[in-house]
């Protein structure tokens, strides 16, 4: 029985007594709004959505609209070269009728000298050169079209996964985006590298059409019927192709969301001893992958010969009308000949289109894949508001009536009713109380991880969703018990790109404990660290992620059980380091009475609300169940890391 | 004895065709068939030829022989024929391709299982030389390229080659002269292509690994969305990467160029060729070699011998790219596996509590210093062992050696007088389990994250597993926790269990490795003061867990060591101390130090 990734059917409601993790709840709100929903924050309906809209001819006219739109230039000059390549050909032809009735008849009857040749070879020559060059450039401009165009829907995508909120980021797996990146982007702008060609050889098309109308009505018409059958064929085609072709873009998808977990994993797979298990959930999805190609292969395999042979069955209907003219005396024999020869001009263009018609279906897909991404959006919107502030001015933290209520089908589940609190500039403030009772998700509203479903939270004076993201997060940092380490040097790590001396970033190392660790690496501030942080140990990584949060100078330093792998002396190091580099508003999550003892105020949830606030001394006299806590944890003799580095 | 440890490459370096062959030996079913499938693209081909030169023939006849000379039954007749033959070709190449699709789709979907599989089985260490999502690319992106170039074309090179022939035959029946000119006005241009494609093949490997950059980019904003969220730096890394969808885009408009230029002079040749033919054909006309209508009728034939040149050309354009993705999973295979297992271990293993020994070993990572020096060990069968030391001390290697993440430099490691390098992989991960600080979870329920090591050992029937879990569960005592989630054991964890606390997971991973039944364990012992509740639980259950079998701890709290049989004290890659709580500080060494260092801690605290 293989295991599959997956949601169970009914959607969760979280524990009572649960503290959901600030990255997702078990919250029943389900993935990306409708369409037809969506509406920026003061209620106006946004303009045209990333999905193509209507049946299959509408989303392939908009595709190709859309894309021109964005690229005009590139596919201004593409149309244009492609016409002048479907004039040179033209021009080919002609220029050889052209030589063998001015040169080579005569040559070979005997009434010219064989050296005239050299002048219709040169005529040739200059020609052919165009026709080279036009290809040539045809080419290029195609693949900057494409090229171009991808990189576009890339970066549109890029744009969402670094907007939107980590609550959507919890429900879609990792390995699904990377393909939204790499396949859907790659199948979405397939259409493209025919297209110009396509829309270039029009030209080719009218003249021929023109040119055989002009010697014989009936022949111009043989020739044309390819046209409809093509079309035709086609759209039978996309009826069968683009089911196909949904079910394996989806697979890739899949494919690509097994894997990476499964490497995510790698280390536990190896310690289990569990890797023919995880090749077993592979195999099952590439199989699918594997009979879905197939499919799309079968499909294929079925029309493109179909569309092949058009322009020789073309070339036999006019053969047989021509002769059945020529029988009617209606045209010569040469003109049966001529529009053999326009027919095979006619078959070029005609061909462009049966190429780009079989590529249309997997383009829609995937567009329209990438859409579902990009159309997303955002929940939580950062507001307007700048505000200028002086580092080392710290700001107060005001909950109003602050309540997170989850709607659920069968209940609505408060994890937080109610809260109000003030955590004073420069303070520390506590929260304490437990697992589940609602301390993460408080915290995490103070950097709008989350939005409260009623009432406000206020840095200084500012309800936190007025401002904008650059003063929200200047103003405050959080630092979460998961610390999450870039694949960079420890420098970037703690300045995150920004503009920081090296003595500000040593100065928040110092602060963090972590300066020692860092001056005995060989490469110092320049130390690599891997992918997630795979270099370093916990405790490690938690000094680390308090660096990054220090070296900005916040105003409010939120820390989320962010000391938890640390012992007391450390985390009471850091805790006066901070204050003494300058004023800091503190609001912890914490469970150490330890850290309660050194708190300004002390704030105690439970059930997602205060029954308590004041001092440590305070509510151990006042609070039977802040008492219960502190002594359970006492009496577990909870010590710390042996550790001695720092 | 395993030698340093090797990195993923990015790609392999071998030539176009030397690929190819290689390609098709490690997935042979890509070439399932392909005599008849060969045979069909024959009689296509020649098919395919038919009308061209049919229709040829006939205007040749109209031409000469006028209004009065052709019947219309007859021309009707030799169209219904050339339909005839069209409608076979187009069946045989129906056929074909689907034969094609099925045999190169088998093979490929075994090509990214294979590298799926050694992947996991390269180290640690290696594995983490290339990040998540570039790995993720080689079994899907660096694949998909090659099956996009069959779906798209792959057998036109072959029906092409084989017009080529066909129309070859026919011209020379019409003038050898000519046709051998047509054939030497090619060959500078075959001269040329070959290192015109290397030119290409490298522009389009560069595609690939950009590609792979791009999408590590993407895996690491991914995972690490919260605290991009949390930072502001939703720009920052947007840029980032962006800045490598450029890269990509970029690296792929370069090859295009290549190709295009490539493609362009492919299209010089052919055209050439008739200026070739008309100047060489006046000339022989005029020497009588040739007639007019042969001459015209030649020059009709060259067009269909160069549009099939000019489609290989594109085709070995295409092919290009789509060998440059091939390459690199190629690159994956051939990684070399630096800890191997036997097949079957050496001799029959043993169950129950396990007696380890650990002989005189080195360690050192690739061009560092020793990390571990002559350290050697003895843990006695169900005996608790806590290791403890400053970071660096070598304590997390020595764990990692025992759990065979790596194999030691000198000495060796025994298992019940078996060295662990003696074991087949099952024997070895059915007795010794490492339980790291934080346990992945897959993103399913808590019941299939802790029934994942029995259904990958075999276990189907769903009431045994069942069973299995709930008697873990009851061991360590979770019930009452798990009773808390109203959807029970059926609760989805999240993308990595992110819907849990850390302790939480914690507790999932423990009651995962009790099914596990090893019996030996490693821990390093989770750090992190979660909330008093899920710490008691996490306590107690570790300590069902550990009931019953040989435990190495690597101990962050004194406590555990307080506790534990054997006390291992580590400093620098040497074992400095070993004994019991009492004896070593009754030594006054250095864990007596340590203990007297932690005691100072907790009273100022």
Redesign the interface.
């Known amino acids: 029985?293989a295991?599959?990734?997956?949601?169970?059917e009914q959607s969760?409601?979280p524990?009572?007594?649960?503290?959901?993790?600030?990255?997702?709840?078990?919250e029943s709100a389900n993935g990306p709004q409708p369409a037809s929903e969506r509406h920026t924050q003061d209620g106006r309906t946004l303009e045209t959505s990333y999905e193509l809209p209507g049946g299959n001819l509408r989303k392939s006219l908009t595709i190709i609209g859309r894309t021109i739109r964005k690229e005009p230039r590139v596919y201004t000059a593409a149309i244009l070269i492609s016409s002048t390549f479907g004039l040179f050909t033209v021009a080919?032809g002609r220029v050889?009728g052209w030589?063998?009735d001015t040169?080579?008849?005569p040559?070979?009857s005997g009434e010219q000298s064989?050296h005239s040749?050299?002048l219709?070879?040169a005529v040739?020559?200059a020609v052919?050169?165009g026709?080279?060059?036009s290809?040539?450039f045809r080419?290029?401009s195609a693949?900057?079209g494409?090229?171009?165009m991808?990189?576009h829907h890339?970066?549109e995508l890029?744009?969402k996964?670094?907007?939107?909120?980590?609550k959507w980021?919890?429900k879609?797996?990792?390995?699904k985006?990377?393909?939204h990146?790499?396949?859907d982007a790659?199948a979405a702008t397939a259409v493209f590298n025919p297209l110009p060609f396509m829309l270039g050889s029009v030209v080719m098309l009218v003249v021929s059409f023109v040119m055989l109308l002009a010697v014989d009505v009936w022949l111009a018409f043989a020739a044309m019927l390819i046209v409809p059958v093509m079309i035709a064929a086609n759209l039978m085609f996309q009826k069968y192709m683009t089911p196909a072709i949904e079910r394996a873009q989806r697979l890739?998808g899949e494919?690509?969301e097994v894997?990476?977990?499964?490497?995510?994993?790698?280390?536990?797979?190896?310690?289990?001893?569990?890797?023919?298990?995880?090749?077993r959930r592979?195999?099952e999805k590439?199989?699918e992958?594997?009979a879905a190609?197939?499919r799309?292969?079968?499909v294929?395999?079925?029309f493109?010969?179909?569309i092949?042979?058009l322009p020789?069955?073309g070339?036999?209907?006019v053969?047989?009308v021509?002769?059945?003219r020529?029988?009617q005396?209606a045209v010569?024999?040469?003109d049966?000949?001529t529009a053999?020869y326009l027919l095979?001009l006619f078959a070029v263009p005609v061909r462009t289109f049966g190429w780009v018609l079989a590529d249309m279906p997997r383009s829609v897909v995937g567009w329209n894949r990438v859409a579902t991404v990009v159309d997303t959006q955002p929940q939580i919107v950062p507001g307007s508001l700048h505000v200028a502030r002086s580092s080392s001015v710290p700001l107060s933290v005001s909950f109003e009536h602050v309540g997170y209520t989850i709607t659920d089908d069968s209940a609505d589940v408060t994890l937080l009713g109610d809260v109000s609190f003030v955590a004073p500039a420069g303070k520390t403030t506590v929260l304490m109380g437990?697992?589940g009772a609602g301390k993460t998700i408080a915290v995490s509203m103070i950097?709008r991880?989350w939005d409260p479903t009623s009432g406000t939270v206020r840095v200084g004076t500012h309800d936190v969703r007025e401002l904008s993201?650059?003063s929200?997060?200047?103003a405050v940092?959080?630092v979460?018990?998961?610390?999450?380490v870039?694949?960079d040097s420890i420098r970037e790590n703690v300045t995150?790109?920004h503009d920081y001396s090296d003595d500000e970033v040593w100065e928040a190392l110092e602060v963090a404990q972590l300066a020692t660790?860092t001056r005995r690496q060989t490469q110092q501030l320049d130390t690599p660290l891997?992918?997630?942080g795979?270099n370093l140990?916990?405790?490690?990584r938690q000094r680390l992620a308090i660096a990054?949060a220090i070296v900005r100078r916040p105003a409010v330093l939120v820390l989320d059980?962010a000391t938890?792998?640390l012992?007391?002396?450390v985390e009471?190091a850091i805790l006066s380091g901070i204050s003494k580099v300058g004023e800091t508003t503190v609001v912890m999550v914490a469970?150490?009475s330890?850290s309660a003892q050194r708190a300004d105020q002390i704030v105690f949830l439970d059930e997602g609300r205060i029954v308590g606030s004041g001092t440590h001394i305070e509510l151990l006299e006042s609070l039977e169940q802040y008492r219960e806590?502190v002594n359970?944890?006492d009496n577990?003799?909870?010590?710390?890391?042996?550790?001695?580095?720092e | 004895m395993s030698n340093s440890e090797s990195s993923i490459a990015s790609a392999s370096d071998l030539g176009v065709f030397a690929t190819i062959k290689r390609g098709i030996s490690v997935t042979p079913e890509i070439v399932t068939g392909i005599w008849v499938t060969l045979l069909l693209a024959i009689v296509a081909s020649a098919g395919k030829i038919t009308v061209p030169m049919a229709v040829q023939r006939a205007l040749d006849s109209i031409a000469s022989s006028g209004a009065d000379g052709v019947e219309v039954r007859d021309i009707a007749a030799v169209s219904l024929l050339a339909l005839g033959a069209l409608v076979i070709a187009g069946l045989c190449t129906a056929a074909l391709n689907v034969r094609l699709f099925r045999s190169t789709e088998a093979g490929l979907a075994h090509l990214r299982e294979k590298a799926f599989s050694h992947i996991h089985q390269l180290t640690v260490l290696t594995q983490n030389t290339e990040r998540k999502g570039a790995l993720v690319s080689r079994v899907t992106s660096d694949v998909d390229t090659v099956s996009l170039f069959v779906q798209w074309g792959g057998i036109m090179l072959v029906t092409s080659l084989l017009q080529l022939i066909a129309a070859s035959i026919v011209m020379f029946f019409y003038s050898w002269q000519l046709a051998l000119l047509v054939w030497a006005t090619f060959i500078p241009f075959v001269i040329a292509l070959q290192p015109a494609q290397k030119g290409v093949n490298r522009a389009f490997t560069q595609v690939r690994s950009r590609m792979g950059a791009m999408l590590g980019a993407v895996s690491e904003a991914v995972v690490g969305a919260s605290t991009i969220a949390a930072y502001g730096i939703g720009d920052r890394t947007q840029s980032k990467i962006d800045a490598a969808a450029i890269a990509h885009r970029d690296s792929a408009i370069t090859a295009a160029k290549k190709v295009a230029v490539s493609f362009s002079g492919g299209a010089f040749a052919a055209n050439l060729v008739l200026v070739i033919v008309v100047i060489a054909g006046a000339y022989l006309g005029v020497a009588g070699e040739i007639s007019l209508g042969s001459l015209v009728a030649f020059l009709f034939l060259v067009q269909l011998f160069t549009g099939p040149v000019q489609l290989a050309t594109e085709i070995l354009n295409e092919m290009q790219n789509a060998v440059a993705g091939w390459r690199r999973v190629l690159a994956i295979l051939e990684t070399p596996i630096d800890v191997t297992s036997p097949a079957e271990s050496a001799h029959a293993v043993a169950s129950g509590p396990a007696h380890l020994i650990v002989e005189n070993i080195d360690f050192a990572y690739p061009a560092g210093p020793k990390v571990l020096d002559n350290v050697s060990l003895n843990i006695a069968p169900g005996q608790r062992v806590a290791i403890v030391g400053e970071t660096g001390s070598g304590k997390t290697t020595l764990a990692k050696l025992i759990t065979r993440f790596s194999d030691p430099r000198a000495g060796r490691i025994l298992l019940d007088g078996l060295d662990l390098r003696d074991h087949s992989e099952e024997d070895l991960r059915r007795r010794i389990l490492l339980v790291p600080q934080e346990g992945f979870l897959f993103a399913d329920t808590i019941f299939n994250n802790v029934a994942y090591p029995l259904r990958a050992h075999g276990m189907q029937s769903h009431m045994e597993l069942e069973e299995r879990v709930r008697g873990a569960l009851h061991a360590l005592e979770l019930e009452r926790w798990l009773a808390t989630f109203p959807a029970g054991w059926d609760t989805y964890v999240g993308q990595r269990g992110d819907k849990l606390s850390a302790g939480e997971r914690q507790l999932i991973a423990l009651a995962r490795a009790y099914v596990c039944e090893a019996d030996l364990l490693v821990m390093d012992e989770v750090t992190s003061a979660v909330d008093p509740a899920t710490e008691v639980a996490i306590a107690r259950a570790l300590d069902v867990l550990m009931t019953n079998k040989s435990t190495v701890t690597i101990a962050h709290r004194l406590s555990t060591a307080q506790n534990s049989d054997v006390v291992v004290v580590m400093d620098a890659g040497v074992v400095v101390e070993v004994g019991n709580h009492s004896e070593l500080l009754a030594a006054e060494g250095r864990y007596s130090q340590m203990y007297a260092a932690w005691i100072a801690q907790t009273h100022n605290a």
């Open positions: 029985m295991r599959t990734p997956r949601e169970p969760v409601p524990k009572q007594s649960t503290q959901p993790s600030p990255l997702s709840p078990t080919v050889i030589i063998t040169k080579l008849i040559i070979l064989g040749i050299w219709g070879g040739l020559l052919i050169i026709l080279v060059l290809i040539a080419r290029i693949s900057y494409v090229f171009n991808q990189a890339r970066q890029s744009k996964f670094t907007t939107l909120e980590p980021h919890g879609s797996s990792a390995g985006l990377l393909a990146v790499s396949s790659e890739r494919v690509s894997a990476h977990e499964s490497f995510e994993g790698a280390t536990l797979v190896k310690s289990l001893g569990t890797r023919n298990q995880e090749e592979f195999s590439t199989q992958l594997r190609n197939v799309v292969g079968i294929r395999a079925m493109d010969p179909l092949e042979a020789n069955v070339s036999l209907l053969m047989v021509g002769v059945w020529l029988s005396g010569g024999p040469g049966i000949v053999a095979s437990r697992t950097a991880l993201r650059t929200l997060s200047e940092s959080f979460s018990q998961g610390s999450f870039f694949e995150l790109g660790f891997g992918e997630g795979s140990s916990g405790g490690q990054r059980d938890s792998a012992d007391p002396q009471q469970y150490r330890a806590l359970a944890y577990n003799d909870v010590e710390l890391e042996v550790d001695a580095d």
